[in-house]
């Protein structure tokens, strides 16, 4: 499956941006969908994950309440609401997709990566 990530931007704090992440390929259903962000001089880190037709999702403790990851089998797209933004939120943004089973999956059970899209938070 390709990946196609995009809406960052560059954002005041408190702002709201959505990311999209287009889908191509195998059947898009199949996946577990995630979000990750990658800081400079940080690891990349999980943000949120999505499964595969449940809607059941999972968040880092540090974006529950503020972001919403959603998806629509149908149009092979998973989104990222991000509201109540914070300069800490500024990153790469990756988007992924898991062939598996294990919930919620880790970094390395992710099989599939987007290019990534750049958002920034100004204090």
């Known amino acids: 499956v390709q990946l196609q990530a995009s809406g960052g931007g560059l954002v005041q704090a408190g702002g709201s941006l959505r990311l999209s992440c287009a889908a191509s390929?195998?059947?898009?259903?199949?996946?577990?969908m995630g979000w990750f962000r990658q800081a400079p001089g940080k690891e990349r880190e999980f943000v949120a994950a999505?499964?595969?037709?449940?809607?059941?999702?999972y968040y880092t403790d540090s974006v529950k309440g503020r972001f919403t990851i959603s998806r629509d089998n149908a149009k092979n797209t998973v989104w990222l609401e991000m509201n109540s933004l914070k300069p800490e939120d500024t990153a790469l943004y990756y988007c992924?997709?898991?062939?598996?089973?294990?919930?919620?999956?880790?970094?390395?059970?992710?099989?599939?990566w987007g290019q990534g899209t750049q958002v920034t938070v100004s204090s």
């Open positions: 992924a997709a898991a062939d598996g089973s294990a919930w919620p999956p880790s970094l390395d059970e992710y099989d599939y």
């Open positions: 390929g195998r059947t898009f259903s199949s996946y577990r």
């Open positions: 999505i499964r595969r037709s449940t809607g059941r999702t």
